[in-house]
């Protein structure tokens, strides 16, 4: 519960750790309960003080302690959960973002492991392979570009899956952002998992 007189900055030290400070990240939802993306506690503390939160969901996470109150000498106090909704609502251009390529989440979809040889790799001896090679006109896009080791990468050079007789094991895809929210914090906490893992599509979800 929000308590008035938050009246200073807050530092780390102040915080009483449910969960790590230096890894904990909130999920923000508009008032309709869009997912939009991962939040810093900080950013979540500015909209409970603005009381911009209008519902929670989950256990607190996080106790963060603020200022004394000049009326009551009591010290303010947050509790922030790990998903909250605020006051707002996103753009139709945002309801399903396309998330930006890059090889750390490209390497956590295809779950660290070369689409070649299926062989489990750690990341610096992974490399971002396209399918259809750039020199041949193939785009650096999700549905083109798949996870490989180096030696794989070597082997494939500037031919194609079917020139080079490597058949793919999967099909390349641009994840949903549900799924790049997932892909993107290796520090979900449980209840921001299982609130995630409702809103992916069917098709993906563990069974």
């Not at 780390?12 to 230096?22: G, N």
């Not at 810093?40 to 200022?67: F, I, K, M």
């Not at 660290?112 to 790799?121: P, R």
């Not at 793919?168 to 994840?175: E, F, H, N, S, T």
Request: charged share 20%; proline share 6%.
């Amino acid at each position: 519960m929000l308590r008035k007189g938050l009246g200073r900055s807050v530092s780390r030290k102040e915080v009483s750790l449910y969960a790590d400070i230096h890894s904990t990240r909130v999920l923000s939802l508009d008032a309709s309960g869009r997912i939009l993306d991962w939040i810093s506690w900080q950013d979540a503390v500015c909209l409970y003080v603005r009381e911009a939160v209008l519902w929670t969901l989950g256990q607190p996470c996080l106790r963060v302690r603020g200022g004394i109150c000049r009326a009551t000498g009591r010290q303010s106090i947050i509790e922030l959960h790990p998903i909250v909704a605020a006051r707002g609502h996103c753009h139709g251009r945002l309801h399903n973002p396309t998330p930006a390529l890059c090889n750390a989440t490209l390497f956590a979809r295809d779950r660290n492991m070369c689409l070649y040889c299926g062989g489990q790799f750690p990341r610096h001896e992974l490399t971002r392979d396209h399918v259809i090679p750039l020199s041949r006109g193939g785009k650096d896009d999700w549905e083109n570009v798949v996870t490989a080791c180096i030696a794989c990468n070597v082997k494939k050079g500037g031919r194609t899956p079917q020139e080079a007789h490597m058949p793919l094991l999967a099909v390349p895809y641009r994840p949903s952002w549900v799924e790049h929210l997932i892909l993107s914090n290796r520090n979900i906490l449980a209840d921001q998992m299982e609130f995630l893992l409702s809103h992916l599509p069917r098709e993906r979800r563990p069974s």
